[in-house]
């Protein structure tokens, strides 16, 4: 699997491209900003762009969604629950982040469901809290956790749709039962590093204990 961290963005957001080598199939995980480089870096490694996925629909995360798709034909992925939220930035954030507006998602997706590009598959697990349909994508020895787990901190919930009890539970529930071992790649560079692992965030993270 071809997998790349790329921060974009003034929110330090953590893009990411996925791939498979074999076929050139790939992905790319929130692309807020910097769509060219994004586009030239996975097709400097022989990786096409099939879809955009997005863990969850706030502005910061999905305001290169436009762009990504007219310039690569790529199909915009999300929970079925963040889907209107697309289409629906409103005004005011749209001018405060530089975004235009996102097309509406080509494919909507709830939890247990796949998204595969060539041989790599992704998982997606429903984590509401952040947003009400914030998701997680895990492939074996790896996660993407958006907005709702970063490196030693969680997403906020003070935002509409959000809630600390539900965040919490997902976390927990959803997240801490993958294996210790499993890489966190987390949807912000907030932290003192840029990934982490499950083991380390059960041990370290003050939020979640």
């Known amino acids: 699997m071809f997998l790349k961290q ?4 003034p929110m330090v957001v953590f893009a990411y491209i996925v791939g498979d080598p074999a076929s050139g199939k790939g992905l790319v995980i929130d692309p807020a900003d910097d769509v060219d480089y994004l586009i030239g870096l996975a097709g400097d490694n022989g990786i096409q762009i099939d879809y955009i996925v997005n863990t969850h629909g706030h502005v910061d995360h999905i305001s290169g969604n436009r762009e990504m798709k007219e310039k690569t034909g790529a199909s915009i992925i999300i929970h079925e629950l963040d889907a209107p ?6 005004p005011v954030m749209l001018r405060m982040f530089g975004a235009t507006q996102s097309p509406p998602a ?8 796949l998204i595969t590009v060539g041989a790599v598959s992704l998982r997606v697990l429903h984590t509401p809290g952040h947003t009400p349909g914030g998701m997680v994508l895990y492939a074996d020895g790896f996660v993407f956790t958006g907005d709702t787990l970063f490196v030693e901190a969680v997403g906020r919930t003070d935002l509409p749709g959000g809630s600390w009890p539900v965040m919490h539970r997902s976390i927990k529930e959803k997240i801490f039962t ?5 890489r966190v790649l987390p949807g912000h560079n907030y932290g003192r590093m840029p990934t982490s692992t499950i083991g380390h965030e059960k041990k370290y993270n003050p939020y979640v204990q």
């Open 106 to 113: 080509d494919r909507t997706v709830r939890d247990g469901d």
């Open 178 to 182: 993958l294996p210790d071992e499993t």
């Open 6 to 9: 790329v921060e974009v963005s």
């Open 85 to 90: 939220m697309l289409e629906n930035t409103p």
